[in-house]
Nanobody
Framework: QVQVVESGGGLVQTGDSLRLSCAVSGRAASSYALGWFRQAPGKEREFVSA????????KYDDSVKGRFTISRDNAKNTAYLQMNSLGPEDTAVYYC?????????????????WGQGTEVTVSS
């Protein structure tokens, strides 16, 4: 099957940057669209960004446009989420997910495999 593992979270200050990584392994590891979701304490999980299997198409939630950049390196079977200008509103557990799709899904129900999450905390 497919395994998804996120890493790169941590504690940073407002205005700082982080790069999250999402390593995918298993069957057809480079053929999935990859998405990032986040869940803040007491909040519902929300869409952050996603990228097609080819890397040619991306989507972003309005809350992160201009600050976050998603990319992928299929040679490494890894996706990245570069997060700049972080603020306390970005504090959440970030999850990476893989979708059996040739497009760029935004809905969590369209994703088939999920990572365990990596925590991002942004202090004021």
């Amino acid at each position: 099957q497919v395994q998804v593992v996120e890493s790169g979270g941590g504690l940073v200050q407002t205005g700082d940057s982080l790069r999250l990584s999402c390593a995918v392994s298993g069957r057809a590891a480079s053929s999935y669209a990859l998405g990032w979701f986040r869940q803040a304490p007491g909040k519902e999980r929300e869409f952050v960004s996603a990228i097609s299997w080819s890397g040619g198409s991306t989507k972003y939630d309005d809350s992160v446009k201009g600050r976050f950049t998603i990319s992928r390196d299929n040679a490494k079977n890894t996706a990245y989420l570069q997060m700049n200008s972080l603020g306390p509103e970005d504090t959440a557990v970030y999850y990476c997910a893989a979708a059996l799709a040739g497009w760029v899904p935004r809905r969590s129900s369209e994703y088939d495999y999920w990572g365990q999450g990596t925590e991002v905390t942004v202090s004021s």
